[in-house]
């Protein structure tokens, strides 16, 4: 209980208006000043061509130490939307993208009433928390899960497609969010930290860490591997031939000096 109200608590700061009041940022980690939550971070990419399947956004938060997020209760839901809102208020040129999530199916599709229940967490946690949409999941190809975030669309049958949980296919391409262990203090070359200092909530104060850009060149350097191993190759051939060529030469010329001597 006391857990589920930190979480709420926290939410409500980050979408407090007063001066010492930070603007979550795509990309950086956000995380309470008590060290006893998770830290999040939300990544949006405005480019299209910029955003990652489910199993690239997973490979992404592990590789900085962190999990695909995975949601515990109602409490934490709510935490996650505060924080979409504060990223994409009106100003920030942020709008439609949906969020990957941790939850997903391993197995065949189905279409039967049995199907919500094969979706598990990707970081192993056990929560029975669900956030469907209305009609979701719908099963068949679609595996992996995604909260919707279309605010310009117009409503469904559902209401609005706002923080709601849908599955989708696995290899579609999203924003994400990450989760992390708590972290008493960023240590990373080149983060900056910034601490609010909301008046009667020392102990809720959020803690902003701004992330470098080395760790977001995995999105990069992904999807660009194939394309690496062909140049190689192609190298390596290249390299190969004119080795040959050189050989050969080297001995023709041989053979030539060794007719005319004689």
Request: net charge neutral.
């Amino acid at each position: 209980m006391s857990r589920a109200v930190s979480l709420l608590l926290g939410a409500a700061l980050l979408c407090c208006h007063g001066a010492f009041c930070r603007r979550v940022v795509s990309g950086q980690k956000v995380c309470f000043a008590d060290y006893k939550h998770p830290c999040y971070k939300m990544a949006y990419f405005h480019e299209l061509s910029s955003r990652v399947s489910f199993q690239e956004a997973r490979l992404a938060c592990e590789s900085e130490g962190g999990v695909l997020l995975s949601l515990e209760n109602e409490a934490e839901q709510k935490l996650i939307e505060s924080m979409l809102q504060n990223l994409t208020k009106p100003g920030t040129g942020i709008s439609d993208g949906d969020f990957w999530i941790g939850l997903w199916r391993n197995g065949d599709g189905q279409a039967s009433g049995a199907c919500p229940d094969l979706y598990r967490w990707s970081d192993g946690s056990s929560s029975q928390y669900r956030n469907w949409y209305t009609d979701e999941p719908s099963c068949g190809s679609e595996k992996c899960v995604v909260m919707y975030h279309q605010p310009t669309a117009n409503p469904g049958l559902g209401g609005p497609y706002l923080y709601q949980w849908n599955d989708d296919r696995c290899n579609m391409k999203h924003n994400y969010i990450c989760k992390y262990e708590p972290e008493i203090s960023p240590t990373a070359p080149g983060e900056k930290t910034y601490f609010t200092n909301q008046p009667g909530d020392a102990h809720q104060n959020v803690v902003v860490t701004e992330a470098g850009i080395i760790p977001n060149l995995i999105y990069v350097v992904i999807p660009t591997i194939p394309l690496l191993l062909l140049i190689l190759v192609a190298f390596g051939t290249c390299c190969f031939q004119m080795l040959h060529k050189r050989k050969a030469r080297r001995n023709f010329i041989k053979v030539s000096t060794a007719l005319s001597s004689e």
